[in-house]
């Protein structure tokens, strides 16, 4: 925590701060800190006063109880805050901890002063922590088949894929250790992940070339493939296979490609994940190693699309309704390109193709070892840029800002995106293990940002019970923005003028036809709303405009949606593609204890749930499609009781 501290002054997040325009934003991160470090019963204020921070977590005991420790040194504020720890507690008992100079019991958990370190957890037998081997600012060590086990435990009854995906990629690795130093020149790290390496192999430099210039973020890893699939393939074949698409199963199924284990196994070189400039968010592509396997199930998968099959120095649109970007597969060299980068893609496959990567990349190759298996770099100033129209209107977004101190947040955005340097990072496999190194960049940017969404009230969603907060992810994340995309691709154009209706949630998940374009299902939602329409343990229903000043909900019927345009001609189908509202709220007592809606405007209102189903103009109490929402907004940041 010291050298934190010490390098704050010099750090890129301090200099951001530096100026005029950012004076309100250092107002409220003073008035933030000065608050904190004087609330000692506070656990955030125990932070900011700590000179060094140990968090441990050894998963379950026999009886399913988790065993944590967490530790401080607190130094001379010790006493003070430990005792203010307990006094806020109902009801605490003395213990007897070897060592201690005090120590308690609450709630099962243990609380100690070893001198000015404050350790508390449980069991006892934890406190106080050791010392952890190393030097650095930050140091970390993990286990990675526990933290697996977790991640399994957390979300398996609820996100069975994700639980074996996790668990089959952690398969083969142990013990993770690494330290990070910083300093107001920026940070370097290194580490060791212990465990099966032999999926991996050295880097093909030649791929660099192919980067473009402009890239501002590549990661870059030699694969062996059919090792690779020996230590892991089996436990994921499974997860993907049981939440693969009928598109993707159905070229799995090709004898061509031989299932997933083909497609894996005859992987074998340097795969390239680059991200490029964009407006509103940054370009993705990713560069393959071709070879037959491949070439046949992107055959495949053209065909099936109806979609040409590129030649060398060729590219073409793969069609991937799923998908929010269109996406371009160019093939030349020896490699496949997907993209979602236009002008990459044509330069790539083109004969204009530069042959030189830019300074990021020339960077990176000129600072990690011959030997590199793994490589990566970033631009953090350049990321922050092509990402400023979200974060403009997340900061927009902000309660309890006025707009200055908004305005002296992105005038600070903008300035931190001039001063980051670029990061740097590469592994080696050797001796059963990863070793790996990096430099660069700035650790102490994120880790305030994230510090400060923990401190100030309004940045937050607060503690919004679980069903509750999955529920409006759902509705802004998922829903509102594929309503968005369906509108504008005109997925259903009932009176052929080129604008396009909302959608059903039916359509918007492909369970139901559509009447214009009749193309292979969306499946832009979640996997979930492809059976029904619960998730997350809420219920979602989608309203549109019946064009009589009523509503309509998903129809009955399968098949396409009955048409409203009659008498009063395009103007009915005007209204569909203006309005729409669509609810959430809890599939059964117990879930969750308010209903939330959202409609075209993007802002989510909420209310306390009756326990029945919403009318379609529940939102507007009882109203029409013109009057404003009668329900509050869902403030970021309001604390649930």
Same mark, same amino acid.
């Not at 005090?102 to 957890?121: L, M, P, Y």
């Given at each position: 925590?010291?050298?934190? #501290?010490?390098?704050?002054?010099?750090?890129?997040?301090?200099?951001?701060?530096?100026?005029?325009?950012? +004076?309100?934003?250092?107002?409220?991160?003073? %008035?933030?800190?000065?608050?904190?470090?004087?609330?000692?019963?506070?656990?955030?204020?125990?932070?900011?006063?700590?000179?060094?921070?140990?968090?441990?977590?050894?998963?379950?005991?026999?009886?399913?109880?988790? #065993?944590?420790?967490?530790?401080?040194?607190?130094?001379?504020?010790?006493?003070?805050?430990?005792?203010?720890?307990?006094?806020?507690?109902?009801?605490?008992?003395?213990?007897?901890? &070897?060592?201690?100079?005090?120590?308690? *019991?609450?709630?099962?958990?243990?609380?100690?002063?070893?001198?000015?370190? #404050?350790?508390?957890?449980? @069991?006892?037998?934890?406190? @106080?922590?050791?010392?952890?081997?190393?030097?650095?600012?930050?140091?970390?060590?993990?286990?990675?088949?526990?933290?697996?086990?977790?991640? %399994?435990?957390?979300?398996?009854?609820?996100?069975?894929?994700?639980?074996?995906?996790?668990?089959?990629?952690?398969?083969?690795?142990?013990?993770?250790?690494?330290?990070?130093?910083?300093?107001?020149?920026?940070?370097?790290?290194?580490?060791?992940?212990?465990?099966?390496?032999?999926?991996?192999?050295?880097?093909?430099?030649?791929?660099?070339?192919?980067?473009?210039?402009?890239?501002?973020?590549?990661?870059?890893?030699?694969?062996?493939?059919?090792?690779?699939?020996?230590?892991?393939?089996?436990?994921?074949?499974?997860?993907?296979? =049981?939440?693969?698409?009928?598109?993707?199963?159905?070229?799995?199924?090709?004898?061509?490609?031989?299932?997933?284990?083909?497609?894996?196994?005859?992987?074998?070189?340097?795969?390239? #994940?680059?991200?490029?400039?964009?407006?509103?968010?940054?370009?993705?592509?990713?560069?393959?190693?071709?070879?037959?396997?491949?070439?046949?199930?992107?055959?495949?998968?053209?065909?099936?699309?109806?979609?040409?099959?590129?030649?060398?120095? =060729?590219?073409?649109?793969?069609?991937?309704?799923?998908?929010?970007?269109?996406?371009?597969?160019?093939?030349?060299?020896?490699?496949?390109?997907? $993209?979602?980068?236009?002008?990459?893609?044509?330069?790539?496959?083109?004969?204009?193709? %530069?042959?030189?990567?830019?300074?990021?990349?020339?960077?990176?190759?000129?600072?990690?070892? /011959?030997?590199?298996?793994?490589?990566?770099?970033?631009?953090?100033?350049?990321?922050?840029?092509?990402?400023?129209?979200?974060?403009?209107?997340?900061?927009?977004?902000?309660?309890?800002?006025?707009?200055?101190?908004?305005?002296?947040?992105?005038?600070?955005?903008?300035?931190?995106?001039?001063?980051?340097?670029?990061?740097? !990072?590469?592994?080696? +496999?050797?001796?059963?293990?990863?070793?790996?190194?990096?430099?660069?960049?700035?650790?102490?940017?994120?880790?305030?940002?994230?510090?400060?969404?923990?401190?100030?009230?309004?940045?937050?969603?607060?503690?919004?019970?679980?069903?509750?907060?999955?529920?409006?992810?759902?509705?802004?994340?998922?829903?509102?923005?594929?309503?968005?995309?369906?509108?504008?691709?005109?997925?259903?154009? *009932?009176?052929?003028?080129?604008?396009?209706?909302?959608?059903?949630?039916?359509?918007? /998940?492909?369970?139901? @036809?559509?009447?214009?374009?009749?193309?292979? &299902?969306?499946? !832009?939602?979640?996997?979930?709303?492809?059976?029904?329409?619960?998730?997350?343990?809420?219920?979602?229903?989608?309203?549109?405009?019946?064009?009589?000043?009523?509503?309509?909900?998903?129809?009955?019927?399968?098949?396409?949606?009955?048409?409203?345009?009659?008498?009063?001609?395009?103007?009915?189908?005007?209204?569909?593609?203006?309005?729409?509202?669509?609810?959430?709220?809890?599939?059964?007592?117990?879930?969750?204890?308010?209903?939330?809606?959202?409609?075209?405007?993007?802002?989510?209102?909420?209310?306390?749930?009756?326990? *029945?189903?919403?009318?379609?103009? $529940?939102?507007?109490?009882?109203?029409?499609?013109?009057?404003? @929402?009668?329900?509050?907004?869902?403030?970021?940041? +309001?604390?649930?009781?």
């Amino acid at each position: 925590m010291s050298g934190l #501290v010490r390098g704050w002054s010099g750090s890129v997040l301090q200099r951001a701060l530096d100026g005029p325009a950012s +004076a309100p934003v250092r107002e409220i991160l003073d %008035r933030m800190l000065s608050e904190e470090r004087t609330r000692l019963p506070d656990a955030k204020g125990l932070l900011l006063a700590a000179r060094s921070l140990r968090i441990r977590c050894d998963g379950e005991d026999d009886a399913g109880q988790p #065993v944590w420790a967490v530790q401080a040194d607190l130094g001379t504020r010790a006493p003070q805050a430990v005792r203010s720890l307990v006094a806020g507690a109902r009801f605490p008992w003395l213990r007897a901890v &070897a060592a201690a100079d005090e120590a308690w *019991q609450i709630d099962g958990i243990a609380i100690a002063r070893f001198g000015g370190v #404050v350790s508390c957890g449980r @069991p006892v037998g934890l406190l @106080p922590l050791p010392p952890l081997p190393g030097r650095g600012d930050i140091r970390v060590r993990s286990d990675v088949q526990a933290c697996a086990a977790a991640v %399994r435990r957390s979300v398996g009854e609820d996100r069975p894929v994700l639980a074996a995906v996790v668990e089959a990629l952690a398969a083969g690795w142990g013990r993770i250790e690494a330290q990070v130093a910083q300093t107001s020149a920026g940070s370097t790290w290194s580490g060791r992940l212990d465990g099966d390496i032999g999926g991996l192999r050295p880097l093909d430099r030649a791929v660099l070339a192919e980067l473009p210039g402009e890239a501002i973020g590549v990661v870059l890893i030699g694969v062996d493939g059919r090792r690779w699939w020996a230590g892991h393939g089996a436990a994921l074949a499974a997860a993907i296979t =049981a939440s693969a698409s009928a598109d993707i199963a159905a070229v799995l199924a090709d004898p061509a490609v031989g299932g997933l284990q083909g497609l894996v196994s005859a992987c074998d070189g340097t795969i390239a #994940v680059v991200a490029t400039p964009g407006v509103p968010v940054p370009g993705f592509s990713i560069l393959l190693p071709r070879g037959p396997v491949l070439d046949a199930s992107l055959k495949s998968w053209c065909g099936r699309r109806g979609a040409a099959f590129p030649g060398d120095g =060729a590219h073409v649109l793969l069609p991937v309704p799923e998908l929010p970007v269109p996406v371009l597969l160019a093939r030349a060299r020896g490699r496949w390109l997907l $993209s979602s980068d236009a002008g990459f893609a044509a330069s790539w496959s083109g004969s204009d193709r %530069r042959s030189a990567s830019g300074a990021l990349v020339k960077g990176l190759a000129d600072r990690a070892p /011959a030997e590199a298996c793994v490589m990566a770099a970033w631009d953090g100033g350049a990321l922050l840029r092509s990402a400023a129209g979200l974060f403009a209107d997340a900061v927009a977004g902000l309660r309890g800002m006025d707009g200055d101190e908004r305005q002296s947040l992105l005038a600070a955005a903008t300035r931190l995106s001039t001063l980051l340097e670029p990061a740097r !990072q590469w592994a080696v +496999a050797r001796d059963g293990a990863l070793d790996i190194a990096g430099e660069g960049g700035d650790l102490l940017w994120p880790s305030a940002v994230m510090a400060a969404a923990l401190s100030v009230p309004g940045w937050i969603e607060g503690s919004i019970p679980p069903a509750e907060a999955a529920a409006v992810a759902t509705l802004r994340s998922s829903l509102f923005q594929a309503q968005l995309r369906f509108q504008a691709d005109a997925r259903v154009d *009932q009176d052929g003028d080129g604008i396009g209706e909302y959608g059903f949630l039916g359509e918007l /998940a492909g369970r139901r @036809p559509l009447a214009i374009r009749k193309e292979a &299902a969306l499946r !832009q939602l979640p996997a979930e709303f492809a059976n029904g329409d619960v998730s997350v343990g809420y219920r979602f229903a989608v309203w549109l405009p019946d064009g009589h000043g009523g509503a309509m909900g998903e129809p009955a019927q399968e098949g396409v949606r009955p048409s409203i345009v009659g008498p009063g001609g395009a103007a009915d189908a005007d209204e569909q593609e203006s309005s729409y509202v669509i609810y959430a709220w809890p599939a059964a007592e117990g879930i969750g204890r308010r209903i939330f809606a959202i409609d075209q405007r993007g802002q989510v209102y909420e209310a306390l749930w009756d326990g *029945q189903e919403p009318r379609w103009n $529940s939102l507007y109490d009882g109203g029409g499609w013109l009057d404003e @929402p009668a329900w509050p907004a869902l403030k970021r940041g +309001a604390r649930r009781r």
